[in-house]
């Protein structure tokens, strides 16, 4: 059964595709119509809970105890902060600031900040976060973000680009976590959330059980530049840093349209001492 509706299309994106069929129609399965309604469900839940929330007092985004700081100090003392982190890459260093390995490589980008290691408690907040539509985290995520962000940034980037989903997946998902990560970051920091400059062009393979190598090739040549990032500085926004081959990708792009600043920023990343 198939459901024939309106949707207007960008004919930017779309003028080369006409094949044949009116350009403000396509022909949608239920399963596309399922996704895009929920969409439409999240966004909705999204905005509510966003109005709601002026009316309500702030919360631990743990204990739910009333807190304006994102996470209560109490929980804070509790989160497996990096104590320790290679100002290049992120990785935890026993001692110095920048790791044997970011000493000998060429990097993409000149900064990783990342306050938390993928453990426990974060990496369940962070599975609700991307994947159970738990958007409230974003709050107390982007505070403790942007207090490291603060602590070690005298000079803050002019726009944010959140790691992009591949469409088929952000029509499925509802939502890019790593937008609204960035977009509530944007408002604490007063930084412009710029997430039409990069697109994910193709599907990639789930990068978690794949090596290292593997996952460097799984999402070569996957995003592009569609507008140009040149002489601004950048901070890439994304959730979890594991292999750093997503970041890296991204960090390519954007240096090969011409921006030669960039820092990443992402909540957690996979433990690995250096
Ligand atoms: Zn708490
Ligand atoms: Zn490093």
Same mark, same amino acid.
């Given at each position: 059964m198939f459901k024939r509706i309106h949707i207007k299309r960008s004919k930017s994106l779309f003028s080369s595709e006409n094949n044949g069929f009116d350009e403000k129609y396509r022909l949608i399965t239920?399963?596309? +119509?399922?996704?895009?309604?929920?969409?439409? @469900? $999240? /966004?909705?839940?999204?905005?509510?809970?966003?109005? @709601? $929330?002026? +009316?309500?007092p702030a919360r631990c985004g743990l204990c739910q105890c009333i807190s304006d700081s994102g996470f209560c100090q109490q929980c804070q003392d509790l989160l497996?902060? @990096?104590?320790?982190?290679?100002?290049?890459?992120?990785?935890?260093? *026993?001692?110095?600031?920048? %790791?044997?390995?970011c000493q000998n490589t060429r990097s993409e980008w000149q900064e990783t900040i990342v306050p938390f290691h993928y453990v426990e408690p974060v990496a369940t907040l962070i599975h609700q976060f991307k994947y159970q539509e738990m958007l409230s985290l974003a709050s107390p995520f982007a505070s403790m973000l942007a207090s490291a962000v603060i602590k070690r940034c005298p000079i803050l980037p002019d726009i944010l680009v959140p790691v992009p989903l591949y469409t088929a997946s952000l029509r499925s998902r509802g939502y890019n976590q790593s937008t609204i990560l960035a977009q509530e970051l944007g408002k604490r920091l007063e930084i412009r959330v710029a997430d039409n400059i990069v697109v /994910? $062009?193709?599907?990639?393979?789930?990068?978690? /059980?794949? $090596? &290292?190598?593997?996952? &460097?090739?799984?999402? %070569?040549?996957? +995003?592009?530049? *569609? &507008?140009?990032?040149?002489?601004?500085?950048?901070?890439?926004?994304?959730?979890?840093?594991t292999s750093s081959a997503t970041v890296k990708e991204v960090c390519k792009t954007l240096r090969m349209s011409g921006c030669d600043q960039l820092s990443v920023w992402a909540i957690a990343k996979t433990t690995k001492q250096e």
């Open positions: 239920p399963q596309l +119509f399922k996704n895009q309604r929920n969409n439409l @469900i $999240s /966004k909705a839940r999204h905005s509510w809970n966003q109005a @709601i $929330s002026v +009316f309500m497996p902060w @990096i104590e320790n982190g290679c100002r290049q890459c992120g990785a935890t260093l *026993v001692a110095g600031d920048i %790791c044997g390995r /994910k $062009s193709r599907q990639t393979k789930s990068q978690m /059980k794949l $090596s &290292e190598k593997a996952r &460097e090739t799984n999402v %070569c040549g996957a +995003f592009n530049v *569609v &507008e140009s990032a040149s002489g601004v500085s950048v901070a890439v926004v994304d959730d979890v840093i």
